[in-house]
Structure formats: C-alpha cells, structure tokens
C-alpha cells in the first residue's frame, strides 16, 4: 500500500506530496514539529504534544495554522489512511512560503502543514532489550533547543558521528563537561545512592521531552527517587545505570559510553522498570481511548 501524506488540505501519495521551494522552513529551517507515538492505532501522550508544539510557535512568533482540535484530526486521519496500528506520526508547520528574505511578515504569510504516519515495530518484552552504546560531543547547538524547531544540522551530524562509531547515540556536553541531552533524546543516569538524574528544564539548554515527562511521572509512581540536576560526563561514565529516553526510542538502555562500560554491561533494574511501567501506561491509555 502506498503511504498517505497530508500537505497544506490535501492527502496525497507520499511520492506526490511536496511544498513549494520558496518555503522557509526550505531557505530558513524555518518551522516546528512533532513526533508522536501510535499505539493501537491511537497517539500518545497526545495531549502533552500539542501544548510543546504551541510553545514551540509561541517561541519563534508563527502563527498557528488552525486549532488544535483540527490538527489532532489531520493526524487522526493520516494514522488511519496509512493503517498505522503501531508506529509514529510526524507533524511539520513551517511559518510559510514567500520570496526569499530574512525578514518575515506573519500577516502576509499562510503556515504550511505537513503529517505523515509510519508503522514501526515496538520493543514487547523489556526483559529481552538489549543496550546500546552512545559517544560523547561538544554541544555546538543554538542556543534555544528547548523549542522543537526543524533546524537539525548540528542534531544530524552529532547522530551521524555516532553510526560512524557504531554507536546508537551521541550524549552532547556543555563546556562545563556536563551532558545536556542527545542528538534526538533525553539522557539519564542512575547515580550511586539509587536515584535517577536527569538535567533540569531550568534553562533553555535541553528540549522538554513529553516522554521524559512521563518517566518522571512513572518513576515516583513505581517509588523510583528522581533528581533533576546537572550531571557531568565523568559521573555517568561511573554510574550505576544509564539510559536515553524518546518518542521514538522509548526507555532505551545505555551500557556503554564512549570506551566505558556502563555498570555490568547489561540493563539495569530501574531502566527495565520505567521500561516496563511505559510499555504499560501507553497501551492502557490507548486501550480506554478505543
């Protein structure tokens, strides 16, 4: 079946689905976006996407393209015409189409809107993951990645220096030596006294991750102590446990930085905890949507 993609009011074959080459989010990196989950053939956490990507607009003074209720119907529709039942929805709004300039006028411009929909394979049985390995870089990013914005350069190369290593992931540093985020992912520790660390939101050095949300969530629910403080590279090289967490890559377990392997060289307990405690919550939520 050929995929369905969703531009600008019409659904088209994602081999026919196009934007104009004077779009700005083409000239500029110049628009947001969203990753959700699907889960039976429902969005995830669906709730918690849509209030970033308005914060994400707010942040860069687009304007919305259409009420939220209508874009949740967009992805509704997309998920349904690709018969997801397991797998991502991607949603794109750019500021809009006008001869090349710096400068934008709101008024002047309509957002474009983009959504497509894929079937992935989802991880079943926490117990038989396996962990990844993940490398450490300098964070060259802007300086506001807290807003979900399409532009990615330096979020690609650092993911790309990774597959070149073999590794799934680059964790990125500040120049304090202290890890921010991941290429595409928020990072985690287990420290030493059994509690779980993430970096606080207190800035705008990391994106606010809906799946770091929710793990926080999960974690005081399953008596997991929670930390949000900065940790450096050289702690979580020493750490009980570590691990990433994504839209799209869940609760992923890390066991090995760079040339270090993380504590035992396997999955610890609390990040096959929170795994399982995920796995759980998004089937529940979808199931009492159906």
């Not at 080459?21 to 959700?36: P, S, W």
């Not at 999955?267 to 796995?279: D, K, M, S, V």
Request: hydrophobic share 40%.
């Amino acid at each position: 079946m050929s995929r369905i993609a969703y531009v600008n009011g019409r659904y088209l074959p994602h081999s026919a689905a196009h934007v104009h080459i004077d779009d700005r989010a083409h000239n500029f990196a110049d628009g947001v976006y969203e990753v959700i989950l699907v889960m039976a053939g429902r969005m995830v956490d669906e709730d918690g996407h849509m209030v970033r990507l308005a914060r994400s607009i707010r942040e860069l003074d687009m304007v919305a393209p259409m009420s939220d209720r209508a874009l949740i119907h967009i992805m509704d529709q997309t998920i349904l015409r690709n018969r997801v039942t397991d797998g991502m929805v991607y949603l794109q709004i750019n500021r809009g189409t006008s001869p090349r300039n710096h400068a934008y006028d709101n008024e002047a411009l309509t957002p474009t809107v983009v959504c497509t929909a894929k079937s992935v394979v989802l991880p079943s049985d926490p117990e038989t993951i396996g962990g990844v390995k993940v490398i450490t870089l300098s964070d060259n990013r802007w300086e506001r990645v807290d807003i979900k914005t399409v532009s990615l350069l330096p979020n690609a190369m650092a993911k790309t220096a990774a597959t070149r290593q073999g590794a799934y992931e680059a964790w990125l540093y500040d120049g304090d030596g202290n890890v921010t985020e991941c290429s595409s992912s928020n990072a985690w520790i287990v420290d030493l006294e059994d509690r779980l660390v993430t970096r606080p939101l207190a800035g705008n050095d990391i994106l606010p991750g809906i799946t770091r949300d929710r793990v926080i969530k999960l974690a005081a629910e399953n008596g997991i102590e929670v930390v949000e403080r900065a940790f450096s590279v050289e702690e979580a090289l020493g750490a009980r446990e570590a691990f990433l967490t994504s839209t799209t890559s869940f609760v992923k377990p890390v066991t090995q930085i760079d040339d270090t392997v993380i504590g035992n060289g396997q999955p610890g307990t609390t990040t096959r905890t929170l795994l399982a405690a995920y796995l759980a919550f998004a089937r529940e939520v979808t199931e009492q949507a159906a």
